[in-house]
């Protein structure tokens, strides 16, 4: 018996990804027996990462945040990812009979080759044109249901790619999972033709034609409201983004007038779980107080320099010092 297919494409009604991971992880639990929905959505200046990876290991999530992006954390396991409004997502949601990993590929395929581009399944998680990466995939199965998730690329920008993602320059020693870097490339460059909408159009054939039936389209009107909300805000969370149990140290350093200050930092969860300092100043009180003053709180420049405030200081140089520290943390510099 052939599936029944359904398209929701909510690209005009939301760019924000905590709503269209709501809506993924909705339109999974509630895809009927026997059906298969195919889900189109776009995020707007967003890095995703995957399930078991660390915020601060995979991004530089402050960057990104302080110039009005998101990050966001979603079911599946696999790397992290860029997306703006040159990116084009899909997810196939399906229950167990008819979820089918290389059908799925497949629509992604008939739709390349609609504009004449040969695609191939590299490994499991990657779809590549010419040797480059267009497209990473990633995967979520829970009580016989089922989703299938990916970015296409066509018309990315490269260079916020490159620096959101770009986590060389610190010294942060992560222990989830570590992204892989590929060489990847925009589908607008190999076919000018491609747009988010004209891809999205050919997927949406692609659909019909490779399970052969007609693609019934949902809306909004379709799912319980209140269940989204919650799960929006379940997306959108600080715990859920950043406060996963997966340990990580950070390092800053730097020489001032009045000496020499490393700053060590053990998080777990997003929380600092432990401090320490290696200095040559003189303020040894002070310079003692800073590990001290930061266990418990979150691992963010805001929180830590909340608490480098509440140290007590008497003199001039005690102030440099608590200053130093501070502008560490807020500049992110590392040696």
């Not at 992560?174 to 607008?188: D, E, I, T």
């Not at 805000?233 to 490393?262: N, V």
Request: include cysteine; charge should be negative; hydrophobic fraction near 40%.
């Amino acid at each position: 018996m052939a599936a029944r297919l359904y398209l929701f494409d909510n690209r005009k009604e939301s760019r924000n990804p905590y709503r269209n991971l709501a809506v993924e992880e909705y339109l999974t639990r509630h895809c009927p027996e026997g059906s298969l929905v195919l889900y189109l959505w776009q995020n707007r200046r967003t890095v995703v990462i995957g399930r078991n990876q660390n915020a601060w290991g995979e991004c530089n999530a402050e960057a990104l945040e302080r110039d009005g992006g998101h990050l966001a954390r979603r079911l599946s396991g696999g790397g992290a990812v860029y997306h703006d409004d040159g990116n084009l997502n899909f997810t196939f949601c399906a229950p167990d009979g008819v979820y089918d990993e290389a059908r799925q590929v497949r629509v992604i395929a008939r739709a390349a080759e609609s504009f004449g581009i040969s695609v191939e399944k590299t490994g499991r998680n990657d779809i590549t044109a010419e040797g480059r990466k267009f497209s990473g995939n990633a995967y979520y199965h829970t009580d016989g249901q089922n989703f299938h998730h990916g970015t296409i690329l066509i018309s990315a920008d490269m260079g916020a790619l490159a620096r959101y993602l770009d986590t060389d320059t610190s010294k942060l020693r992560a222990g989830g999972v570590k992204s892989v870097p590929s060489k990847v490339v925009n589908l607008s460059e190999l076919n000018p033709a491609i747009t988010p909408d004209s891809f999205a159009a050919a997927l949406k054939e692609a659909l019909a034609a490779e399970y052969g039936g007609e693609v019934t389209v949902l809306t909004e009107a379709d799912f319980d409201r209140n269940e989204l909300a919650d799960r929006e805000a379940f997306f959108a969370s600080w715990d859920w983004r950043y406060g996963q149990k997966i340990p990580f140290t950070g390092e800053w350093s730097g020489h001032f007038p009045w000496g020499f200050l490393r700053l060590y930092i053990a998080a777990e969860g997003g929380v600092i779980t432990d401090a320490s300092v290696d200095s040559d100043g003189m303020a040894s009180e002070v310079i003692a107080a800073i590990p001290k003053a930061l266990i418990g709180a979150r691992y963010s420049r805001e929180a830590m320099n909340a608490r480098l405030c509440t140290i007590p200081v008497r003199t001039p140089l005690e102030e440099q010092v608590i200053a130093s520290a501070a502008g560490l943390i807020r500049r992110g510099d590392r040696e």
